[in-house]
């Protein structure tokens, strides 16, 4: 298009410089004169004057002409191309100015976007920073309540401790005394177990005969509660008739067995079992 | 009171546990014989006859002290009586007696058994009476008892015209003696048949040596083996078919076996040692002999199937004439220490090699047991002649059975006789 409006142009330009030239050789004896003052040129043309005939001075103006011509359309175009490029330069300093604006409108929009982001970021930010303040917060108040929550688990704890301390405490008390108790009671069933066995010793006959090494057997014993032997009998046999016979023999000899006074150690005699043994000292 | 004063002394321990039952350990205790009356009953009547049943009592006494476990006492009213043997005699005219006896037990106070023997002549008393010892011993030790059993062994006596032997027959306690084979020469190694039907011994009657064999009830004797040297130590096997001798016919004495139906000889001993005194394990497949392979006389058992023997005894520098209990878990035999000294009767636990010396006199020899494996009977010095000695396997309850003439030697005590 723009092609186009040149060429147009040209051909508009070389229109006018043809009728131009026109103009100007029409005008141009009273031109030769004017340039008669000219040294260089009169006296070439002086020279040359004398040979050229009207025609020839006619065609050389013609040239003339026509070079002026020529360098007018040199010049128009230059004049035309610096204009083209004058426009061109207009053009591009109105696009760029145009660029620019559009530029500068977008860095506008850009701008906006940016301040807009800007706020949103700072919005967020804001945000943020609420949102850590709040969450600090609560982080403290949690921190702060569990603490509260620790101290009273442990004032609680420390209270339960001090309540099971107390508690076994008492227990261990308790259980000493159970303990005393128990041990004067096996103390007791020790010492008349003692008593008893020295009574069944004095009475064992151990039989003769053979070798006893290694024989041993059970005797279950049931008293009455006056000590007397109700019954007695092997439940473990050493294997030897003797030897189980001699056994059971040294019980019931020994009836009535001493019995201790303290119902509740006597009642560990009620029923109980003898081992008879006889490991031979070498 | 026959007490023996031995006390063990052990600790005592007593355990008690809430839960579990209380139970007293006894360790301490006298050994002792257990105390026993035997006597007629109050409800014995005297008969025409002056019969009792303390004529049998007598016997059961006498046969219950021998055996060395019971202490038997004529009253019940003894303190520590803790049997009553209680018997009664009822003549029932015309030497029938009935005779009765109850075992009782004092302190469970019930009866452990009776029985009643109907029919009896008054001659039977004595084996009526050993029969009761017998009921009575195995009721009360749980072992059968070997009263009714009989004793073989040698008697020597002094005469004029020098030392006469014989070949004697009595009943376990010395009783009822009678004289199987009479000689000028000596007879030796008498030995029981498993049957109890025969005997084998050897005699010198021919002025050397013989081995013979002779059923007891008829006395018909038949001459086994008159090979030159030595002809000694017979023994009968087990199951009755084989006769183990010593025989020196290829040198020093070996052990030889005798087939009694072919009277083929096998010999299972060699070398130059002197093997002798052999005797038979109850499964007949091994021999326990007395060899001097070692340097001085030590007990082997041989291995019959490999004829391979080892070396039984270790304890003491002089062991012989093995014999083992029917448990064959003691070995009997003559023992002299390492120190040297006195010859004594000794048991060796097979299974510990514990060795236990049974006697103290100085010179104890041949060994025998009852059949029971209860006592051993052996040949001990009193004097200037020999007697026999009981003693029980624990060496605790000893007693020496008097001679009523000359020297008694080479006891062989019988199997169980029925």
């Known amino acids: ?282 | 009171m026959r007490i023996f004063l031995s006390w063990v002394i052990l600790c005592v321990s007593i355990s008690f546990n809430a839960q579990a039952r209380l139970n007293i350990e006894i360790t301490e205790g006298m050994v002792a014989a257990v105390p026993i009356a035997v006597m007629k009953s109050e409800e014995e009547v005297r008969n025409a006859h002056g019969t009792s049943f303390e004529q049998l009592a007598v016997v059961i006494r006498n046969d219950l002290r021998m055996c060395g476990r019971f202490e038997p006492l004529m009253s019940a009213q003894e303190p520590g009586v803790e049997n009553i043997v209680l018997g009664k005699v009822q003549a029932l005219g015309n030497d029938n007696f009935m005779v009765s006896f109850q075992l009782l037990d004092v302190y469970k106070t019930n009866v452990l058994t009776q029985q009643t023997f109907q029919g009896v002549k008054q001659q039977d008393f004595r084996k009526l009476a050993h029969h009761i010892s017998d009921v009575i011993y195995e009721k009360l030790t749980g072992i059968r008892g070997a009263f009714s059993t009989r004793v073989a062994y040698v008697m020597v006596t002094s005469t004029m015209n020098g030392k006469r032997y014989s070949l004697e027959l009595a009943d376990a306690d010395g009783f009822n003696p009678i004289t199987l084979v009479k000689s000028k020469e000596p007879i030796m190694s008498p030995s029981w048949s498993a049957d109890g039907r025969q005997l084998a011994f050897v005699s010198f009657e021919k002025n050397r040596a013989e081995i013979y064999i002779m059923k007891v009830a008829t006395g018909q004797r038949e001459l086994l083996s008159r090979f030159p040297g030595i002809n000694g130590a017979p023994a009968w096997s087990p199951d009755g078919r084989t006769l183990a001798v010593v025989l020196s016919k290829n040198g020093t004495p070996k052990i030889y076996l005798m087939d009694l139906m072919t009277k083929t000889l096998t010999q299972y001993t060699d070398g130059l040692s002197i093997d002798t005194e052999p005797a038979w394990s109850k499964d007949g497949r091994t021999l326990y002999f007395t060899s001097n392979r070692g340097g001085k006389p030590q007990i082997y058992r041989l291995d019959l199937a490999t004829k391979k023997a080892e070396r039984i005894t270790y304890v003491g520098e002089y062991n012989a004439r093995p014999m083992l209990t029917p448990d064959g878990k003691y070995l009997v035999m003559m023992h002299r220490s390492e120190r040297g000294g006195s010859f004594n009767i000794a048991s060796q636990e097979l299974a510990t090699g514990q060795v236990s010396v049974l006697t103290h006199a100085n010179l104890d020899e041949s060994p025998t047991l009852s059949p029971n494996g209860a006592m051993v009977l052996y040949g001990t010095q009193d004097g200037d002649r020999q007697v026999l000695g009981l003693v029980t396997l624990d060496g605790r309850g000893q007693l020496r059975l008097p001679a009523r003439e000359g020297s008694v030697q080479e006891p062989a005590w019988s199997p169980f006789l029925s």
């Open chain 1, 1 to 282: 298009m723009k092609k186009y409006t040149q060429s147009t142009y040209f051909i508009i330009a070389l229109c006018l410089h043809i009728l131009l030239a026109i103009l100007l050789f029409l005008s141009l004896e009273r031109t030769i004169f004017v340039s008669e003052d000219k040294p260089a040129l009169s006296q070439k043309e002086i020279i040359n004057a004398v040979v050229i005939n009207k025609n020839d001075l006619q065609k050389e103006v013609a040239r003339l002409e026509a070079v002026e011509a020529q360098k007018r359309i040199h010049e128009e175009e230059k004049k035309q191309k610096l204009a083209l490029e004058e426009k061109e330069a207009k053009d591009k300093i109105i696009k760029a100015q145009e660029l620019a604006a559009e530029l500068e409108k977008k860095n506008e929009v850009l701008k906006l976007a940016q301040q807009q982001e800007q706020k949103k970021l700072e919005e967020k930010q804001q945000q943020q920073k609420a949102a850590a303040q709040a969450a600090k917060e609560k982080a403290k108040a949690k921190a702060e309540a569990e603490a509260k929550a620790a101290q009273a688990a442990k004032e609680q704890k420390k209270a339960e401790k001090e309540a099971q301390e107390a508690q076994e405490a008492l227990e261990a008390q308790e259980a000493q005394r159970q303990q005393a108790l128990q041990r004067q009671k096996q103390d007791e069933v020790t010492r008349h177990a003692q008593l008893i066995r020295s009574r069944i010793n004095e009475n064992w006959r151990k039989p003769l005969g053979f070798d006893l090494t290694g024989l041993k057997c059970k005797i279950d014993v049931k008293l009455l509660p006056t000590g007397e032997v109700l019954t007695a009998s092997v439940i473990v046999s050493s294997g030897s008739v003797e030897f189980d016979r001699s056994a059971e023999l040294a019980v019931r000899k020994a009836s009535p067995l001493p019995m201790p006074e303290d119902p509740f150690v006597a009642n560990a005699f009620r029923q109980f079992d003898f081992t008879f043994s006889s490991l031979e000292a070498a």
